[in-house]
């Protein structure tokens, strides 16, 4: 058990859609980063949130944006979705910014 | 930027064998961490061994352990005793001391165990 649920498991949304993908980590994980992981790839950095702000982004374009709330939950929205969004992303929780990060499950987002 | 490199895209071994999986890197910064992370069928990302690049002594854990050669930029896991349960995509990931948590991840080698 790592401590880190993401929410739903899978999602299937059609080009041009907006989604929200959701990630609850356990107490105490104040930073939370986001990935995305293609078909038969290594999941790329989408950015990292500490302490509810922002803390460095990948390159990924700003319709990929982010919240994290102060219950260690943290939101992924991406708008205007296309094809190439298709993949699995997900979400990793620390204890600050020296800690080992622990990922979720993942969500599984088809984009048609 | 940094970068790591799996050359192994498939692996199998026996079970009760030993098996080493490669990575290498490339980077231009003298503080790091290296990380092993395991992706079963499940798709949940295990961390399997963590390294930190001033510590010259290679970390173990149980049956999983590193030969990381820092001047070489290599970091390689090495599996004794493989079980079935080992089988799973691994991944070998970079991730620097300073700034924000951003892993960095090779493409991943999917290790077979053959009972």
């Known amino acids: 058990e790592t401590g880190v649920t993401q929410s739903p498991t899978h999602l299937i949304k059609t080009r041009g859609q907006q989604v929200t993908l959701r990630c609850s980590s356990q107490?105490?994980?104040?930073?939370v980063s986001w990935y995305q992981q293609a078909l038969g790839q290594g999941p790329q950095f989408i950015f990292q949130?500490?302490?509810?702000?922002?803390?460095g982004r990948g390159n990924f374009p700003p319709r990929f944006s982010g919240l994290q709330f102060p219950n260690y939950s943290s939101e992924l929205n991406v708008n205007a979705l296309e094809l190439d969004d298709s993949a699995l992303y997900l979400c990793?929780?620390?204890?600050?910014?020296?800690?080992?990060?622990?990922f979720g499950p993942g969500t599984r987002l088809t984009v048609l | 930027a940094q970068t790591v490199t799996q050359s192994q895209p498939e692996m199998s071994v026996q079970e009760a064998e030993t098996v080493t999986l490669s990575c290498t890197y490339d980077?231009?910064?003298?503080?790091?961490?290296l990380f092993w992370y395991k992706q079963p069928p499940s798709r949940q990302m295990i961390l399997v061994i963590r390294?930190?690049?001033?510590?010259?002594q290679n970390a173990t854990e149980n049956r999983f352990s590193v030969n990381f050669q820092k001047a070489a930029k290599s970091f390689s896991l090495k599996i004794s005793d493989s079980q079935l349960g080992d089988a799973a995509m691994y991944f070998c990931a970079y991730r620097s001391y300073q700034g924000a948590q951003k892993l960095v991840f090779g493409q991943g080698t999917r290790l077979t165990i053959n009972p």
């Open positions: 390294q930190e690049a001033y510590k010259q």
């Open positions: 949130y500490y302490r509810e702000e922002e803390n």
């Open positions: 980077t231009s910064e003298s503080d790091y961490y």
């Open positions: 990793a929780g620390g204890q600050g910014l020296k800690d080992t990060q622990y």
């Open positions: 107490s105490g994980h104040n930073t």
